[in-house]
Antibody, heavy 124, light 110 residues
C-alpha cells in the first residue's frame, strides 16, 4: 500500500520561502507512469493544483504559481519537495502531496494516493 | 473562481438518489475524462470515480459517474448519512496543461 506523508514548517513568515517534503513509502518514486504532485486547499475552499514532477525531472506548474514554485525529487530518499517563494497570507492553506497517474496521451488521469495534508500558515 | 463549475450545495433524504453536476468547457471536460473525489472533514480527498464512470476497488456501487459533452455528473443512490460531506470533480485542462478542480459541492443528508 503506497503512503505519502508531508513534512515541513507549519508557520512561514511573509516574503519567505515555504518548503515542504513528501516522503513516499510502499512504492518507488521512480516507478514509471506516475507524476508526483502538490495540491493545496485554502481554508474552507476548494482544491488548487500547484504542480507535478516526474522522477526524470520533468516539471509542470500551474501558470498562476509558476514564477514562485520549484519542485524536486530525491530518489535516494524516495522523497519529492516543494518550494514556494515570496509567500503572502494568500498562500495560507493545507498542502497535500499526491500521486498522479496518467494514461497515454492523457486518455485518463487521476490522483490515487494522497498525503494527509499539512497546514501552512503565513504570518509574521 | 474555477473554470469547472459545481453547485455549492446539494441535499437528499436517506435512501434517495441525488446527483451532483460538474460543468466545464471544450478545453477540459469536453476533451478529457472526469474524476470525482470525496473529502470527509479534516481528511484528504479520496478518489471516488475515475475515467468518467469507473469505480476504484472498495467504492460502493451506489456511487456512479457519467459524462456528456462538457458536463459530468456524480450520482449517489441509496443515500446514507455517512455520505454527508464534500465532493469535487476534476478534469484535465488544456489551457492549464494540468488538472482543474470544481469548486466543490457540500452534500447534506436531511
Amino acid at each position: 500500500q503506497v503512503q505519502l506523508q508531508e513534512s515541513g514548517p507549519g508557520l512561514v513568515k511573509p516574503s519567505q520561502t515555504l518548503s515542504l517534503t513528501c516522503t513516499v513509502s510502499g512504492g518507488s518514486i521512480s516507478s514509471g507512469g506516475y507524476y508526483w504532485s502538490w495540491i493545496r486547499q485554502h481554508p474552507g475552499k476548494g482544491l488548487e493544483w500547484i504542480g507535478y514532477i516526474h522522477y526524470s525531472g520533468s516539471t509542470y506548474y500551474n501558470p498562476s504559481l509558476k514564477s514562485r514554485v520549484t519542485t524536486s525529487v530525491d530518489m535516494s530518499k524516495n522523497q519529492f519537495s516543494l518550494k514556494l517563494n515570496s509567500v503572502t497570507a494568500a498562500d495560507t492553506a493545507v498542502y497535500y502531496c499526491a500521486r498522479l497517474l496518467t494514461g497515454e496521451l492523457l486518455s485518463f488521469f487521476y490522483f490515487d494516493y494522497w498525503g494527509q495534508g499539512t497546514l501552512v500558515t503565513v504570518s509574521s | 473562481q474555477s473554470v469547472v463549475t459545481q453547485p455549492p450545495s446539494a441535499s437528499g433524504t436517506p435512501g434517495q438518489r441525488v446527483t451532483i453536476s460538474c460543468s466545464g468547457s471544450s478545453s477540459n471536460i469536453g476533451s478529457h475524462t472526469v474524476n470525482w473525489y470525496q473529502q470527509l472533514p479534516g481528511t484528504a480527498p479520496k478518489l471516488l470515480i475515475y475515467s468518467n464512470s469507473q469505480r476504484p476497488s472498495g467504492v460502493p456501487e451506489r456511487f456512479s459517474g457519467s459524462k456528456s459533452g462538457t458536463s459530468a455528473s456524480l450520482a449517489i443512490s441509496g443515500l446514507q448519512s455517512e455520505d454527508e460531506t464534500d465532493y469535487y470533480c476534476a478534469a484535465w485542462d488544456d489551457s492549464l496543461n494540468g488538472p482543474v478542480f470544481g469548486g466543490g459541492t457540500k452534500l447534506t443528508v436531511l
